[in-house]
């Protein structure tokens, strides 16, 4: 009997695999969401420092002037941020290891289990007895109840694998887009290419389906991006927002991106007035769009049919 055999013949093992694998992967996003922007971070200033040093060569070997060049370095050389690290350390999503942000001290093997670590400890760091934020565990328990909630929906099949493996994409983009407001091309064009890969199976959206949604996909929003533009002068999203859509029309096909546009600009729509309303947020602050389009297509990945079934029921 094959491991996929007995998942299919044993409900118990197949969902607590899954919990299992939800859980822990939960524990890695948290890795992800906190160190892929500072390593974006880290590239981008590592290339203007390179920048900088190019045109201070080249403006001491043509006579000019250097202090433009120079003032370049000097900019560049600076952290913009207290959480950049030494260019000069190696900081990746496996290194350094995890440490204290207070006290500095490492995080050993049984401080790390998911959520059982965070209750055993009080939610303070072992030795400083700093507190821990409950933000670990939430995203731990959230990953876990998503991925077991495709389980359900498709049962031990490919679908729920390629179900699960994209609601772990979509928890890690909502969750930097709303602390960065950036969705990461490290993130958003793997998608992609899974939705298009998936769909020579295909999965949940045929070659010819895929290849239109995922064209469309960033087509539409980048129509509406510059129609926003030229009206009002300001940018009204990212490009990242192109990519994810273009990612979920390419895993579902284009017949499912009105139902994940209508239901990411309702969702935003009444998000964004409520925060005006009963908040102190400004107008003109930005609200991160990523994290409706991620709510919205993972909805219509597990039933967009139905609602579609459903709405067309209503007027037949």
Not at 1 to 8: E, I, N, S
Not at 199 to 211: G, Q
Not at 260 to 280: E, H, Q, R, W, Y
């Amino acid at each position: 009997m094959t491991v996929f055999q007995a998942l299919q013949s044993n409900a118990v093992l197949f969902y607590g695999v899954v919990a299992f694998l939800g859980l822990f992967v939960g524990s890695f996003l948290n890795v992800v969401i906190y160190r892929l922007p500072l390593m974006m971070q880290r590239e981008w200033q590592l290339g203007m420092r390179e920048l900088a040093a190019e045109q201070l060569r080249e403006a001491e070997e043509s006579g000019q002037s250097a202090d433009a060049a120079a003032k370049i370095v000097s900019e560049h050389s600076s952290d913009t941020t207290s959480e950049t690290v030494s260019q000069e350390d190696t900081f990746n999503l496996s290194v350094p290891r995890s440490r204290c942000p207070q006290c500095q001290s490492l995080i050993k093997w049984w401080q790390n289990i998911p959520v059982l670590s965070y209750v055993l400890l009080g939610g303070k760091c072992h030795n400083c007895k700093t507190p821990i934020s409950i933000r670990y565990p939430t995203i731990e328990l959230l990953t876990m109840c998503l991925s077991l909630v495709v389980a359900w929906k498709f049962g031990p099949t490919p679908q729920a694998a390629l179900g699960i493996l994209v609601t772990w994409f979509l928890v890690a983009m909502t969750m930097i887009d709303v602390d960065h407001q950036l969705l990461p091309d490290t993130l958003t064009l793997p998608l992609m290419w899974i939705g298009l890969v998936a769909s020579l199976i295909p999965l949940f959206a045929d070659v010819r389906s895929a290849v239109i949604g995922a064209a469309c996909g960033y087509l539409v929003l980048w129509l509406v991006f510059w129609a926003f533009k030229l009206i009002t002068g300001k940018e009204g999203m990212g490009y990242g927002d192109f990519k994810l859509l273009a990612a979920l029309g390419a895993l579902l096909g284009w017949q499912q991106l009105p139902m994940v546009i209508l239901f990411s600009s309702l969702v935003g729509a009444v998000v964004g007035i409520s925060l005006i309303a009963f908040t102190k947020h400004e107008r003109s602050a930005p609200i991160p769009f990523g994290p409706y389009l991620a709510a919205a297509g993972w909805l219509a990945m597990l039933w967009g049919e139905q609602i579609a079934a459903a709405y067309m029921g209503m007027y037949a």
